[in-house]
């Protein structure tokens, strides 16, 4: 039973353009979302979070946006860069920053292409 | 600031051994977090402690897996005995408290033969 779902496995996009990651989930506890980037041999950096109580979120190039109806949050990462090719988890908690735990979804491998 | 720190990096174990591995979160942070990354997938919560105490085990395998984070600082995580499923990248991860943003060690890469 995967509560929160990532369905691209990977995303291939070109360099200077938009990067959009989705992701759903299906338990209507969760009240905050965050979104983890994972490189390699490392473990996962904290991107970008909101709060069920928001539907935007921007952090410079990173922006998440929260749809509560339809159950789905997406990243939006304007403009691309080489340097943001890696693995994004998209993560969801019943408690602010996370107070029960995260629950992960499967990720999806961005690829910037130059 | 110094990171989580998490050690072995990588163990190579035979099926039936038993293996422990570490974690000392940073300075400061009352939570701590063990999750297992099986490949292909996301991480999983296997325990999650308060200072010392245990808030949440409900998905750590209790007949092989244990932990302990004695002194409320660091963590040990153990297997005994090892199966092959149990293959997977061990993560720690610590936060101020429990309403704060999780931040992740580089997590230890179990194989089991």
């Known amino acids: 039973d995967q509560q929160v779902k990532q369905n691209s496995p990977s995303l291939s996009v070109q360099e200077g353009r938009i990067s959009i990651l989705n992701c759903d989930y299906t338990?209507?506890?969760?009240?905050?979302f965050l979104w983890y980037k994972k490189y390699p041999a490392e473990g996962p950096t904290f991107l970008i979070s909101i709060s069920s109580i928001k539907d935007k979120n921007e952090d410079g190039r990173f922006t998440v946006f929260l749809n509560k109806s339809a159950k789905h949050l997406s990243l939006h990462i304007v403009p691309s860069q080489p340097g943001d090719s890696a693995v994004y988890f998209c993560?969801?908690?019943?408690?602010?920053?996370?107070?029960?735990?995260?629950?992960f979804g499967k990720g999806t491998h961005l690829i910037i292409q130059p | 600031e110094a990171g989580v720190a998490q050690s072995p990096r990588y163990k190579i174990i035979e099926k039936r051994q038993s293996v422990a591995f570490w974690c000392n979160p940073i300075s400061g942070h009352a939570t701590l977090y063990w999750y297992q990354q099986i490949l292909g997938q996301g991480p999983k919560l296997l325990i999650q402690?308060?200072?010392?105490?245990?808030?949440?085990d409900s998905q750590l395998p209790k007949d092989r897996f244990s932990a302990e984070r004695l002194k409320g600082v660091d963590s040990t995580l153990k297997i005994q005995p090892a199966k092959l499923e149990d293959s997977a990248v061990y993560l720690c991860?610590?936060?101020?408290?429990?309403?704060?943003?999780?931040?992740f060690g580089p997590g230890t890469r179990l194989t089991v033969l």
């Open positions: 338990n209507s506890m969760f009240d905050y």
């Open positions: 991860a610590s936060s101020l408290g429990l309403v704060d943003t999780q931040y």
């Open positions: 993560a969801a908690s019943r408690g602010a920053g996370g107070a029960d735990g995260l629950t």
């Open positions: 402690f308060q200072n010392n105490g245990v808030v949440d």
